[in-house]
């Protein structure tokens, strides 16, 4: 069982890059466009829910170990960071960018505070909440982020000679539903952040 919990998380990271090379062909070949959306779409979805069925496995048969922490947190952000960046890049708008670059900056500062804590010996868990803020973070971003990929995706059905009513306004439901869930995901993010640091500000404090 821990060999296929591992395996779903270096999916997601192997998703990750190919999400990259996926949205990079949609741009650059709008010939094959429509089906280059779909796949990014798919393998999203698909890894998103492997990171909630991994976990699940793990806790449920006792599949936990070192590497599968490491993988799954890899993957998670790999995942995120990658589309985040390649959408923000297809989107170049103040409202997506301007969140995206605060959310990528929060997780370089959590890395740096695990990096001076390891050289301490001291690790660095998730901060003890009845809500985890950091795992409502993630799962605001992959919503935000499956509504983003599902308007090119969808946008690939529209027949500008039968344009369908309910379709439109799936789309402009959708737009909504992106911006709003990531700039939701954007304070649940600096929410964590801080939680981290009042944590790292505890360890901190032990050392002499």
């Given at each position: 069982m821990k060999f296929f919990v591992n395996f779903l998380s270096g999916f997601r990271i192997a998703a990750a890059f190919a999400i990259i090379l996926t949205l990079l062909i949609a741009i650059y070949n709008p010939?094959?466009?429509?089906?280059?959306?779909?796949?990014?779409?798919?393998?999203?979805?698909?890894?998103?829910?492997?990171?909630?069925?991994?976990?699940?496995?793990?806790?449920?048969?006792?599949?936990?170990?070192?590497?599968?922490?490491?993988?799954?947190?890899?993957?998670?952000?790999?995942?995120?960071?990658?589309?985040?960046?390649m959408l923000s890049i297809m989107m170049p708008m103040w409202y997506i960018v301007v969140p995206v670059i605060i959310m990528i900056a929060r997780e370089l500062y959590i890395s740096g505070l695990r990096e001076f804590l390891g050289t301490q010996?001291?690790?660095?868990?998730?901060?003890?909440?009845?809500?985890?803020?950091?795992?409502?973070?993630?799962?605001?971003?992959?919503?935000?982020?499956?509504?983003?990929?599902?308007?090119?995706?969808?946008?690939?059905?529209?027949?500008?000679?039968a344009i369908s009513t309910t379709l439109v306004r799936t789309l402009f439901i959708l737009s909504y539903i992106s911006v709003s869930t990531l700039w939701l995901s954007l304070i649940a993010s600096v929410w964590s952040a801080t939680q981290y640091t009042m944590t790292f500000i505890g360890h901190l404090k032990k050392i002499k």
């Amino acid at each position: 069982m821990k060999f296929f919990v591992n395996f779903l998380s270096g999916f997601r990271i192997a998703a990750a890059f190919a999400i990259i090379l996926t949205l990079l062909i949609a741009i650059y070949n709008p010939a094959i466009s429509g089906a280059m959306y779909w796949i990014t779409f798919i393998l999203f979805a698909l890894g998103s829910i492997s990171d909630w069925f991994d976990g699940y496995l793990a806790r449920k048969y006792n599949a936990c170990s070192k590497l599968g922490g490491v993988l799954d947190h890899i993957g998670d952000k790999l995942l995120v960071v990658n589309t985040l960046i390649m959408l923000s890049i297809m989107m170049p708008m103040w409202y997506i960018v301007v969140p995206v670059i605060i959310m990528i900056a929060r997780e370089l500062y959590i890395s740096g505070l695990r990096e001076f804590l390891g050289t301490q010996k001291i690790e660095m868990p998730v901060p003890k909440a009845r809500f985890s803020m950091g795992k409502i973070k993630t799962t605001l971003q992959m919503i935000s982020i499956c509504a983003f990929l599902l308007i090119p995706t969808l946008g690939t059905l529209i027949d500008p000679a039968a344009i369908s009513t309910t379709l439109v306004r799936t789309l402009f439901i959708l737009s909504y539903i992106s911006v709003s869930t990531l700039w939701l995901s954007l304070i649940a993010s600096v929410w964590s952040a801080t939680q981290y640091t009042m944590t790292f500000i505890g360890h901190l404090k032990k050392i002499k």
